[in-house]
């Protein structure tokens, strides 16, 4: 992980629950790029706590930040497109991620969303 970026991840984090609703919901939207195909990041915002809260601003965030923090939570699990097309199974990350989900109980906010939230969540 480039220094810059291992450094940005927990300030994002933090964002996450401390920034205004628009704040909160750009540093959704920038963890959800950081993560996407890039198992280092994805691993570094797990670490930083950025599961949990993401989850909890599915529930507690604007339809935009709530929409952001499904996209973001679906990159933390997601394979690469590289990964898929050769048929390499998920790595353990993607896994960890996927019970990190569960345990911070986003299954529930993330169906209620397909349900029911906006066309972006």
């Known amino acids: ?3 810059q970026v291992e450094l940005n ?4 984090v933090e964002l996450l629950t401390t920034g205004s609703p ?6 959704a939207s920038a ?8 198992d280092d990041n994805k691993a570094a915002i797990a670490m930083a706590g950025g599961v949990a809260r993401l ?7 604007s339809t935009e930040a ?3 923090a499904s996209r973001a939570l679906w990159n ?6 590289d990964n898929r097309a050769c048929g390499i199974p998920r790595s ?3 896994r960890d991620n996927q019970v990190a989900i569960a345990r911070a109980l986003g299954i529930p906010p993330l169906v209620k969303l397909l349900t029911i939230g906006s066309r972006e969540a």
């Open 9 to 12: 991840i927990p300030m994002l």
């Open 92 to 94: 353990a990350v993607h």
């Open 1 to 3: 992980i480039p220094m």
């Open 22 to 27: 628009q704040a909160r919901a750009e540093a």
């Open 66 to 68: 709530q929409a952001q």
């Open 76 to 81: 933390l699990v997601s394979k690469n497109a």
């Open 55 to 61: 989850v909890e601003l599915l529930t507690t965030g």
């Open 31 to 38: 963890l959800g790029k950081l993560a996407h195909m890039n």
